[in-house]
């Protein structure tokens, strides 16, 4: 047991980051970013040039990868939700153009990277043994605890920087918001690359334990809306709870029901249907309507 807790909080800590860079942009546009998990899988892309190729330090590499998703965030919502969103009256304009940019990344990954799995060494050798009941490699830890930190700054800008503050007013009522003085675009662009940049940088952690691969894009959306389904859609520590709430039914399952087969998932999604239909708004989320 205490193993399962253990790998479900190291993998809580990478899922916390990639639905709260999601549920930020979705807070604040009110909109499905199915591009998330290709900017994670760039994110990751980037930090193994930056450290195999030009063989700098790993943490250059993850900063260098933040920068870039940022950087990369700000323009595809400058130049392509935000003319959307001012010219059109239906949500489906931007969910379209959502995996319109997801194909895009995807071909740029795979025109720049190849479809290869990709990874760089590990950046602290040893294994953690504690009496054989819990038993972690040390890169692990660091990574799980260097996710932590990040959840933490990122929870003290939002409450404390006048950028969080105007980001959470726009969240709870744009109309109030604008009215007192807050810049909508400037802020919105701010929050799109800043979940962008969430997004890289828990690519840039990950691929250097599990590798980073084309393919890999489609999957980390889809755990990320799951996580942001079950903490509620728009709220930061249901975004929280969700990422450590799936970690730990991940670590559950794949050590309980490892006998009867690769059914994790089956038995996952079956349960967030079945929690759904009693919750539908999540564990944090107000009702809709």
Same mark, same amino acid.
């Given at each position: ?6 790998? #479900? ?13 999601? +549920? ?7 909109? $499905?970013? *199915?591009?998330? #998990? ?50 059109? =009256?239906?949500?489906?304009? +931007? ?7 997801? *194909?895009? $990344? ?9 479809? =290869? ?14 009496? *054989? ?28 920087? =006048? ?14 918001? +604008? ?34 691969? $084309? ?56 349960? $967030? ?17």
């Amino acid at each position: 047991m205490e193993q399962i807790i253990a790998n #479900g909080l190291y993998l809580g800590a990478q899922y916390a980051l990639i639905a709260l860079g999601l +549920t930020l942009i979705f807070s604040l546009m009110n909109v $499905l970013n *199915f591009a998330h #998990g290709q900017m994670y899988v760039l994110g990751g892309f980037v930090t193994y040039t930056v450290v195999t190729q030009f063989e700098l330090p790993f943490i250059v590499g993850l900063i260098i990868s933040g920068l870039v998703l940022g950087v990369v965030g700000a323009l595809v919502e400058k130049f392509l939700f935000r003319p959307v969103i001012q010219k059109s =009256k239906r949500e489906e304009s +931007t969910m379209l153009l959502a995996a319109g940019v997801a *194909f895009f $990344l995807d071909a740029i990954i795979l025109l720049f990277f190849g479809e =290869k799995q990709r990874g760089v060494p590990k950046i602290v050798e040893g294994v953690f043994n504690w009496d *054989f009941i819990i038993i972690m490699p040390y890169d692990r830890i660091l990574i799980g605890l260097l996710a932590i930190v990040m959840i933490v700054i990122f929870i003290f800008l939002m409450q404390h920087s =006048k950028a969080g503050r105007a980001m959470r007013a726009l969240a709870q009522d744009k109309v109030a918001a +604008t009215l007192m003085g807050v810049d909508v675009k400037l802020y919105s662009m701010i929050g799109f690359a800043l979940g962008a940049m969430l997004a890289g940088v828990v690519g840039g952690l990950l691929v250097t334990i599990t590798g980073i691969n $084309l393919g890999m894009g489609g999957p980390t959306s889809i755990k990320a809306f799951m996580m942001i389904m079950i903490g509620g859609a728009g709220v930061i520590s249901g975004a929280i709870a969700g990422g450590f709430i799936l970690a730990m039914m991940e670590s559950i399952g794949l050590t309980v029901l490892a006998a009867y087969g690769d059914i994790t998932y089956l038995v996952i999604f079956a349960c $967030l249907m079945i929690f759904l239909s009693i919750r539908p708004q999540g564990l944090m989320g107000k009702p809709w309507g």
